[in-house]
Nanobody, 127 residues
Framework: QVHLVESGGGLVQAGGSLRLSCAAS????????MGWFRQAPGKEREIVAA????????YYADSVKGRFTISRDNAKNTVALQMNSLKPEDTAVYYC????????????????????WGQGSQVTVSS
């Protein structure tokens, strides 16, 4: 069992930056691929970024490419999402997710492939 807790959300003006962190406890997450998802009011949950077990492979949704960076520290059991040049359309609840994997290099982009979820962190970008 893996327990995920997000932190770092908040209110920021358009063009600003926020850094989300996800701390994992329980079984080590070094054998898990990780992802960040978001869900805006009235919309479906969508993938934002994903990272492989090794951290060597990453994926970004087109809407955040070039602005967001996902990273992980397996020694500290943490995953982060650095969000720069934020836009009002980035406003959503952001979720950290983990899925067990035997692959060093694979990342996962479907929410249905993830086994564990954090409680969510609100990010609000004002115009």
């Amino acid at each position: 069992q893996v327990h995920l807790v997000e932190s770092g959300g908040g209110l920021v003006q358009a063009g600003g930056s926020l850094r989300l962190s996800c701390a994992a406890s329980g079984r080590t997450v070094s054998t898990y691929a990780m992802g960040w998802f978001r869900q805006a009011p009235g919309k479906e949950r969508e993938i934002v970024a994903a990272i492989s077990w090794s951290g060597g492979n990453t994926y970004y949704a087109d809407s955040v490419k070039g602005r967001f960076t996902i990273s992980r520290d397996n020694a500290k059991n943490t995953v982060a999402l650095q969000m720069n040049s934020l836009k009002p359309e980035d406003t959503a609840v952001y979720y950290c997710a983990a899925t067990s994997t035997s692959s060093l290099s694979k990342y996962y982009t479907s929410q249905y492939e993830y086994d564990y979820w954090g409680q969510g962190s609100q990010v609000t970008v004002s115009s």
